[in-house]
């Protein structure tokens, strides 16, 4: 599926400024490509702590307990020098043990994008490293956001992100 196959309905996003700074930049004054996942994920630990009201860190709650199966990134345009970067997210998929959101990177008005991609990640026991559901706290936050919204990615009938355990 190409990073850019799903756009965000309506309102149905969380935006997040994310500040880039000088050491992030390449030789050309330009944003590296590595670094734009790392902004994406700030955005997502955001969105996160928002809708569970949490906090972040180890033993905080089993949902941050993940893994990361799939990361895709399209680029559109170079960001050049230190600023701030939008990153808009969207949850276009929400299942049992899995979830995805895309994103896309922007200037402040949207008059540019620089990148747009997806993620998905898996829910795993710390202990066993194998697919866990998420909690029901998690559901029923993502459901008052959905709300809220007015959006809905939840699909808990199908998951196929089964994880088998490494040696």
Known sequence: MSA???E???????????QVYFDELDPWH???????AVHAERANLAWYLEITKGSYGPGADSDQFIFQRHFEIDFSAPLVGPQTMWIDLWMTRFGRTSSTYAFSCRNEDGSAVYARGQRTIVKIDPETRTTS????????????????????????QSD???LTPSA
């Open 4 to 6: 850019q196959a799903s």
């Open 8 to 18: 965000p309905l309506g309102a149905a996003h969380f935006s997040y400024a994310s």
């Open 30 to 36: 330009m944003l590296h490509n590595s670094r734009y």
């Open 133 to 156: 559901p998420w909690s029901q706290s998690l559901r029923d936050a993502v459901a008052a956001w959905e709300a809220k919204i007015g959006g809905s990615a939840t699909n808990a």
């Open 160 to 162: 196929d992100d089964a």
